[in-house]
């Protein structure tokens, strides 16, 4: 008898999914709530990229390029 309840609402919860929404709210959202209000804001996350500018350096100088580098051709 109590297995046949214990089918049946593994049944609801597999089948139907406002059910399965909610039984997963109980189980695994409410957690993950209190992580996510744990996170201290203004943060980055692992990963982003910030770039800052450089100042222009007021010598003078408009040469915009890197050094000339010899190579030779390997076959």
Excluded at 60 to 70: L, R
Aim: no cysteine; charged share 30%; hydrophobic share 40%.
């Amino acid at each position: 008898m109590l297995i046949k309840y214990l089918f049946i609402a593994f049944l609801i919860i597999a089948f139907v999914p406002p059910v399965r929404r909610f039984v997963f709210y109980l189980l695994v959202g409410r957690q993950l709530v209190k992580e996510q209000k744990r996170q201290p804001f203004g943060k980055r996350r692992e990963g982003d990229i910030r770039v800052d500018n450089q100042p222009s350096k007021s010598n003078g100088s408009t040469f915009k390029g890197g050094e000339y580098v010899d190579y030779e051709e390997v076959k």
